[in-house]
């Protein structure tokens, strides 16, 4: 079982839709989460980051980490088409772990 | 210009010959590491150092070498390239291990 399992999507809505993105993880010792977006043939670049457990919210983007659950979640809200990207959640002890990444459209 | 380089941007090489990746920050961040990007697979890391002369394994490091003789300079080498190392490669920067790394625009590696 991978470190931190993804649902790879592809997901596709209408602008202005609420985006839910989800990431379970299995190891314990996790105390970092972070959420990566990147765009078509660039470099990740970091969105949220977050330690243990609890909300943080910057703009549209809402992160939320749940340790007793593990699980990690991005919501975006009033999704736009510049939201369109593939977003990677990661866990960290010590080493980052990505999960596979979700593929987002934003439809206009 | 300040960041984090990669070079080349392109390559396309044949099996058994060696291929050497390079990569450069400005950042003097003490950790960096080398990823692979497959479909399927995500982001995967190879190789990681926390300072000059101090380098580790990653998750998929058979294949690949590393050297940090210079904390600017991380150059991830394949020494024998096979079609399973194509792939997209990453490099990455972080002055502490658990915060924000800084991604290079990656390297785009065709083996045939």
């Known amino acids: 079982q991978k470190e931190v399992e993804q649902d790879p999507g592809p997901l596709s809505v209408p602008e202005g839709a609420i985006v839910s993105l989800n990431c379970t993880y299995s190891?314990?010792?996790?105390?970092?989460f972070m959420w990566y977006r990147q765009y078509s043939r660039k470099g990740p670049e970091l969105l949220m980051y977050?330690?243990?457990?609890g909300n943080k919210e910057d703009g549209r983007f809402t992160a939320q980490v749940d340790k007793s659950s593990k699980y990690i979640s991005l919501f975006i809200r009033d999704s736009q088409p510049s939201d369109s990207a593939t977003y990677l959640c990661?866990?960290?002890?010590?080493?980052?772990?990505f999960g596979k990444g979700t593929l987002l459209t934003v439809n206009p | 210009d300040a960041g984090i380089t990669q070079s080349p941007r392109y390559k396309i090489t044949e099996t058994g010959r060696q291929v050497t990746l390079m990569c450069h920050q400005t950042?003097?961040?003490?950790?960096m590491f080398w990823y692979r990007q497959d479909l399927g697979h995500g982001l995967r890391l190879i190789y990681y150092s926390a300072a000059a002369d101090i380098t580790d394994k990653g998750e998929v490091p058979d294949g690949y070498v590393v050297s940090r003789s210079k904390t600017e300079n991380f150059p991830l080498t394949l020494e024998s390239a096979t079609r399973s190392q194509t792939s997209v490669y990453f490099c990455?920067?972080?002055?502490?291990?658990?915060?924000?790394?800084?991604f290079g625009p990656g390297t785009r590696l065709t083996v045939l």
């Open positions: 977050t330690y243990s457990s």
């Open positions: 990661g866990g960290s002890n010590y080493k980052l772990t």
């Open positions: 190891n314990s010792a996790f105390q970092y």
């Open positions: 990455a920067s972080s002055d502490q291990v658990y915060n924000e790394q800084f």
């Open positions: 950042w003097s961040h003490s950790y």
